[in-house]
Structures are given as structure tokens and as C-alpha cells.
């Protein structure tokens, strides 16, 4: 059975930082392309950034050069690191595989606000 369990969100000021995780159980991790996607209130859920077999990245516009996506092949775990958090970053943070062809875990909660 398929598990994505993200965790790391928080309540942090606007510029802070927060690094999420996703630890999967269920599949073969190493050849999945994995993204992270976010939903704030009211809105569609979108796709943040994602990680390739080969390690290589793609990232939203909106959070180039602020997000960094890595991932463990041997801990079965893809990571987003958050810098410069903005307001409008506020939303719930899940992973999948791109495409999303997994199940939804319960995502990771963010909140950016002074």
C-alpha cells in the first residue's frame, strides 16, 4: 500500500525558512519523478517544484530561486527547502509523483505571516 507522509510545515514570519519532507512507503521510490504541490484556500492545487531520476529540477516561476527540491533515493524521501517565505506561499504542502499517480497523503500545513 502506498504511503505519502509529508511533515516540516509550520507558522513562520514573512523571510523566514521551513524544509519539508516526504517520506513514502510502498513503491519503488528510486523511479518515480516526484513533485511538491500546494492548494491554499480557494484554489486549484498547483505544482511547486519537482526532482527527476537523474536529480535534475524544475521549479514554479513563482518560487524560482526561494525553494530548493532534493530527495533520498535510499530513505525513500523527497525534501523542499523554503527560504524567503512570502505571504502568498501560505497554503498545504503535499508530494506526489508527477502527474500525480499516488494516493494524496494529508499534506503539511503552512502558514507565512507576521
Known amino acids: 500500500q502506498v504511503q505519502l507522509v509529508e511533515s516540516g510545515g509550520g507558522l513562520v514570519q514573512p523571510g523566514g525558512s521551513l524544509r519539508l519532507s516526504c517520506a513514502t512507503s510502498?513503491?519503488?521510490?528510486?523511479?518515480?519523478?516526484m513533485g511538491w504541490y500546494r492548494q491554499a484556500p480557494g484554489s486549484q492545487r498547483e505544482l511547486v517544484a519537482s526532482?527527476?531520476?537523474?536529480?535534475?529540477?524544475h521549479y514554479a516561476d513563482f518560487v524560482q530561486g526561494r525553494f530548493t527540491i532534493s530527495r533520498d533515493n535510499a530513505k525513500k524521501s523527497v525534501y523542499l527547502q523554503m527560504n524567503s517565505l512570502k505571504p502568498e506561499d501560505t497554503a498545504v504542502y503535499f508530494c506526489?509523483?508527477?502527474?500525480?499517480?499516488?494516493?494524496w497523503g494529508q499534506g503539511t500545513q503552512v502558514t507565512v505571516s507576521s
Open positions: 506526489n509523483g508527477l502527474g500525480a499517480t499516488l494516493p
Open positions: 510502498g513503491l519503488t521510490f528510486s523511479i518515480y519523478a
Open positions: 526532482i527527476y531520476r537523474d536529480d535534475s529540477t
